[in-house]
């Protein structure tokens, strides 16, 4: 209680009166000589409500990878490779280059590593990873180049050909490569797998683990099964990716996923499949629902792979009984996905989630039809960028389609994105006009029946919305809606809008 003195102001609290609960400290040294030595040493957490919740018996624990002082458990490999690089003599502070190919964490750790320990970095990296992401790593120091996500890792605009070409041009460049650096998987051996079989005394029956590069599953793997071989591993790939076995539950129509940092078109040489007892094939909608249930259930802010993660474990972890152990990996957190996942609009455009209900407003339910979008102006995709620029000036619309032979939307064209090329990736209008071609845009398909509602929804993180009419196997662009647009067609009186 705080008692009045006679200056008017308040004594502060007897804090020796107050109730105390005392912990024991840890054993971890009291100071630490840079960050880079916090790495590791995650904590082990019991999850409760989602097990229970899903029917499960045994006992789930989720390593918390996502505490890393990088984000994830990439730091651990980055760290390793940077360390091995350096007693080898093969990286040199203040003079080396450090290039890599990657989906972004690992990305973020060796950019961690090199503002810490003295190198230039250049971090090659998929359009379609999240600009929180691209954020860290520029804060961080490093310097980014984007690549076509639809680019397999053979194509020459692959992120993996395009780093490999940087470290033969760039003078003292060293590509570390994370997916044949033995490195990846020792990190994971010598560390996160010591740290859990601790954590539970050597008693683990299952754990589960996302595959991307498969260093983690690999080296947690070997380490496990040395001292426990009773313990079912479990690998966890998404539908699109080719890393599981028997080749045959690979098969799929899922051609892109969303979820970042598991999942490849080629076998890393730091996979070893004979160590992964089980598969289990994860997708989008259930992985990122998942995320958003550990993150809003189990209070531990994690990311979208560590939900497609946990909902293997749910289905792996049936066969489990009372007093068995499952240990589930949770690789990173939620700062790389603010405006992805974590986002209700994000996940209703891609039908992840329903729309939200708006009960008062009379227009919300109401179906698109052609008669409230303008039409769109279309490129094809043969097109000199010259001429889309002059397209797009005439048209007065923030984008316009590029399409393909068969008259399929492959990209849009808008001044923003041209701008952004030019600015600051030196772009020239005198290149193809694939290098200004924006493959990050949201659509809506007539043939699905989209609202004013779900248009809304999207236009709250979209400066407009293509809508495409489906034929086939072709997205033919129709026409495209802004907010301007909405918003006069809402607000017009003279508008009749059923109820």
Not at 51 to 77: H, T, V, W, Y
Not at 96 to 111: D, F, K, Q, R
Not at 227 to 237: E, F, L, S, T
């Amino acid at each position: 209680m705080q008692n009045g003195t006679s200056n008017g102001s308040l004594e502060y609290f007897d804090l020796k009166d107050m109730p105390h609960i005392i912990k024991a400290l840890d054993r971890n040294q009291k100071l630490q000589p840079d960050v880079l030595h916090l790495i590791g040493n995650t904590p082990l957490v019991k999850l409760n409500k989602i097990p229970k919740q899903d029917g499960l018996l045994c006992d789930m624990f989720a390593k918390c990878e996502f505490l890393n002082p990088g984000g994830s458990i990439k730091d651990r490999i980055a760290y390793r490779m940077v360390l091995d690089a350096e007693e080898k003599c093969i990286l040199v502070p203040g003079k080396s280059v450090i290039i890599e190919p990657t989906s972004g964490n690992t990305g973020i750790g060796l950019a961690l590593a090199a503002a810490v320990r003295g190198y230039r970095c250049i971090i090659v990296l998929p359009e379609k990873m999240s600009d929180e992401k691209v954020n860290t790593l520029l804060a961080l120091g490093a310097e980014i180049i984007r690549t076509p996500t639809e680019a397999a890792s053979h194509d020459p605009d692959s992120n993996l050909m395009v780093a490999h070409r940087l470290s033969k041009e760039i003078p003292n460049a060293v590509m570390l490569d994370q997916y044949n650096n033995v490195c990846n998987p020792l990190a994971h051996y010598d560390g996160t797998a010591e740290e859990i079989l601790w954590s539970l005394d050597d008693d683990v029956d299952m754990v589960v683990i996302g595959a991307g590069t498969c260093g983690t599953v690999s080296g947690i793997g070997h380490k496990i099964k040395e001292r426990c071989p009773k313990c079912i591993v479990v690998g966890v790939d998404p539908l699109g990716s080719v890393l599981a076995e028997p080749e045959e539950i690979n098969k799929s129509d899922v051609s892109m996923y969303e979820v970042e940092g598991i999942g490849y078109d080629f076998l890393p040489k730091v996979l070893d499949r004979k160590v992964i007892d089980r598969w289990v094939k994860t997708a989008d909608k259930e992985s990122l629902n998942m995320s958003r249930r550990l993150i809003k259930e189990e209070g531990l802010l994690c990311g979208g792979s560590s939900g497609a993660i946990m909902w293997a474990a749910t289905q792996a972890a049936k066969c489990l009984k009372p007093g068995q152990k499952c240990v589930v990996i949770l690789p990173d957190n939620i700062r790389n996905y603010m405006t992805k996942f974590i986002s209700d609009q994000w996940m209703e455009a891609r039908d992840f989630k329903p729309v939200a209900k708006q009960d008062k407003l009379p227009w919300w339910d109401v179906l698109i039809t052609k008669d409230v979008f303008q039409p769109i102006t279309t490129v094809s995709h043969n097109a000199t960028t010259s001429e889309a620029l002059v397209a797009l000036k005439r048209s007065a619309a923030p984008a316009i389609g590029v399409v393909d032979d068969d008259g399929s939307i492959v990209g849009v064209f808008t001044a923003d994105n041209a701008r952004r090329r030019i600015a600051y990736l030196a772009g020239s209008t005198a290149e193809d006009l694939s290098k200004f071609t924006l493959k990050k845009y949201y659509t809506v398909d007539m043939t699905q029946a989209p609202t004013l509602g779900y248009v809304s929804r999207i236009l709250d993180i979209s400066p407009f919305v293509v809508i495409v009419e489906s034929v086939s196997r072709t997205k033919k662009p129709i026409g495209i809606l802004t907010s301007d647009d909405l918003l006069h067609l809402v607000t017009d009186k003279s508008l009749k809008i059923n109820s």
